[in-house]
């Protein structure tokens, strides 16, 4: 059974740092991709930042140059590191594990539980 679990959420005032971790049951090499996604209040859920079992990652444009994925595959964590937080940041952070097979083609899609985000101004 897969499961992706978030930590490191909290609360911070704006300019602050927050790391959030993803810790997988399975060995990160199962997954093609990892990604960060955010859904505010009232608002959609939207891609934050992804990395790609080879290592390529890429980010939407509002986080460009803040926020940096990696990953440990010892530990089988990925990690969003978050700096100069903004208000507009706050949200409940998702984790996202894409599972492509072929032969046939299937894909499968993972979600963690999600960790709370909030940035004071």
């Known amino acids: 059974q897969v499961h992706l679990v978030e930590s490191g959420g909290g609360l911070v005032q704006a300019g602050g740092s927050l790391r959030l971790s993803c810790t997988a049951s399975?060995?990160?090499?199962?997954?093609?991709?990892v990604a960060w996604y955010r859904q505010a209040p009232g608002k959609e859920r939207e891609s934050v930042a992804i990395?790609?079992?080879?290592?390529?990652?890429n980010y939407a444009d509002f986080v460009k140059g803040r926020f940096t994925i990696s990953r440990d595959n010892a530990k089988n964590t990925v990690y969003l590191q978050m700096n100069s937080l903004k208000p507009e940041d706050t949200a409940v952070y998702y984790c996202?594990?894409?599972?492509?097979?072929?032969?046939?083609?299937?894909?499968?899609?993972?979600w963690g539980q999600g960790t709370q985000v909030t940035v004071t101004s």
């Open positions: 399975v060995p990160l090499s199962s997954f093609n991709t």
């Open positions: 996202n594990g894409r599972v492509i097979l072929t032969t046939p083609l299937r894909e499968y899609t993972y």
């Open positions: 990395i790609t079992n080879g290592g390529t990652t």
